[in-house]
C-alpha cells in the first residue's frame, strides 16, 4: 500500500476533472463561436445595407483565418467598410477565449479603436475605458452606427 502526497492527490483529482464532464470541448466551444459570429455580422450587415444601397457607404463580408490555442485554426467572418472618401473600418474577431469575456470581436480604423465584447449573458457590449475603469453599452443598430460614425471622422 502506498501513501499518496498531497502533490499527487491534487494531480490524480485533476485528471479525473478533466476526463469528466467539466472537460473542455473545443469543437463545440469553436461551433457556438461560428454561430455567434455569423449572427453578429449579419446583424451588421443588414444594418448598413440601407446605406450601401443609397450610396453612402460600401461594405465587404469575407471569410479570412484565425488561430487560437484552445480552438485551432478556424475561418471567421470579418467586415470592412469604407465611406465614400475612403475611409475605412476593420472589423475582425479577436477572439473566443478572453479574459473575462466569451468573446471579442476588434473595430480597427487607423489609429482609432474599438471593442466589442460578449457578455457572460450571451449580449454583445461596447466596452470603453473611462481612466481606470471601463464603460459597457449594449449593441443596437444605433450604438453599432455611433461607434461607426466616430471611427470614420
Request: hydrophobic share 35%.
Amino acid at each position: 500500500m502506498s501513501d499518496k502526497g498531497p502533490l499527487e492527490e491534487l494531480l490524480e483529482r485533476q485528471k479525473e476533472e478533466a476526463e469528466g464532464e467539466g472537460s473542455f470541448d473545443r469543437n463545440a466551444c469553436l461551433a457556438e463561436w461560428l454561430e455567434w459570429l455569423d449572427d453578429l455580422f449579419s446583424d451588421m450587415a443588414g444594418w448598413l445595407e440601407p446605406l450601401r444601397e443609397s450610396g453612402h457607404l460600401n461594405f465587404r463580408r469575407f471569410e479570412q483565418p484565425h488561430h487560437e490555442e484552445l480552438l485551432g485554426s478556424y475561418k471567421a467572418p470579418s467586415l470592412v467598410i469604407e465611406s465614400p472618401t475612403r475611409h475605412k473600418v476593420e472589423i475582425d474577431p479577436g477572439g473566443r477565449i478572453v479574459v473575462g469575456a466569451l468573446g471579442r470581436i476588434d473595430f480597427t480604423a487607423g489609429s482609432k479603436k474599438a471593442t466589442l465584447v460578449r457578455s457572460k449573458g450571451e449580449e454583445w457590449l461596447f466596452a470603453s475605458r473611462r481612466g481606470t475603469k471601463f464603460e459597457y453599452h449594449p449593441l443596437t443598430e444605433e450604438t453599432f452606427k455611433e461607434v461607426l460614425a466616430e471611427m470614420l471622422k
